[in-house]
Nanobody, 122 residues
Framework: QVQLVESGGGLVQAGGSLRLSCAAS????????VGWFRQAPGKERDFVAY????????YYAESVKGRFHISRDNTKNTVYLQMNSLKPEDTAVYYCAAGDIASKTSGHYAYWGQGTQVTVSS
């Protein structure tokens, strides 16, 4: 079992930055891959980025590539999503998820956090 708690969301102006954190408890996060997903009102949950258990492999959705950066600190049992040059269309609830496989598919992740709201004003 892995329990995940996201934090770091908030309201920011377009062009600003936020850093989301995904803190894990239970099973050590160093043994699982972690993905970030987001869901805007009235839309499906979309993939944002993932990082492998070792941190050696990362992947980003085209919409965030070059602006977002995913990293992990296994000593702190935490994964981060640094979000720069934020746009109003980045507004969504952001979720972190953990699983055995680094994947763009939400169904491959067994454990999910409760989400954190990110709002980008124009």
């Amino acid at each position: 079992q892995v329990q995940l708690v996201e934090s770091g969301g908030g309201l920011v102006q377009a062009g600003g930055s936020l850093r989301l954190s995904c803190a894990a408890s239970g099973r050590t996060i160093s043994s699982v891959a972690v993905g970030w997903f987001r869901q805007a009102p009235g839309k499906e949950r979309d993939f944002v980025a993932y990082i492998s258990w070792s941190g050696g492999s990362t992947y980003y959705a085209e919409s965030v590539k070059g602006r977002f950066h995913i990293s992990r600190d296994n000593t702190k049992n935490t994964v981060y999503l640094q979000m720069n040059s934020l746009k109003p269309e980045d507004t969504a609830v952001y979720y972190c998820a953990a699983g055995d496989i680094a994947s763009k598919t939400s169904g491959h992740y067994a454990y999910w956090g409760q989400g954190t709201q990110v709002t980008v004003s124009s």
